[in-house]
């Protein structure tokens, strides 16, 4: 073989070995979206929770409340939570998982996260004095 003939033998390997390593590697990366991306982790699903939001007055006194008193999930998991303001000024609150969002009157809003801590928290409202009028909620992740 003279050098031309080993040079186009070279990079005919190279490209070769190249093309190889590079389906072997999964190919493509980057250029498209993995089709996992977003998603909650493996075994984790998407839950999802809707309530209202409501001011009321019971035998002259004030209350206020979310029409669920508890939700439950599984650690990892997706969690939407649909919430409609009925009557009031609320918003809806889980400290321990940075979940603060106004909640407009008559209008759905959706609050969504990923339960990845377990144990018990609390979901309430943090206008002036809601919380102690009653609205507010268990939100319990399981392990
Ligand atoms: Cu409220």
């Not at 209008?107 to 339960?115: D, G, M």
């Not at 809601?130 to 909620?137: A, K, L, M, P, S």
Request: hydrophobic share 35%; glycine share 12%.
């Amino acid at each position: 073989m003279d050098t031309k003939t080993i040079a186009i033998v070279a990079i005919v390997l190279f490209i070769a070995v190249g093309a190889g390593a590079y389906v072997f590697m999964g190919g493509n990366k980057g250029g498209q979206a993995r089709p996992d991306a977003g998603s909650p982790k493996p075994g984790g699903e998407a839950k999802e929770f809707s309530m209202t939001s409501y001011y009321e007055m019971v035998d002259g006194k004030p209350k206020t409340a979310f029409s669920l008193k508890e939700m439950q999930v599984k650690k990892g998991d997706r969690v939407r939570v649909k919430i409609t303001n009925t009557k009031g000024a609320h918003d809806f609150v889980i400290d321990e998982y940075n979940v603060r969002i106004e909640t407009p009157l008559n209008q759905e809003v959706v609050a969504e996260f990923v339960a990845d801590k377990a144990g018990d928290f609390i979901y309430y409202c943090s206008k002036p004095n809601h919380r102690e009028w009653g609205q507010w909620g268990t939100l319990r992740v399981t392990g």
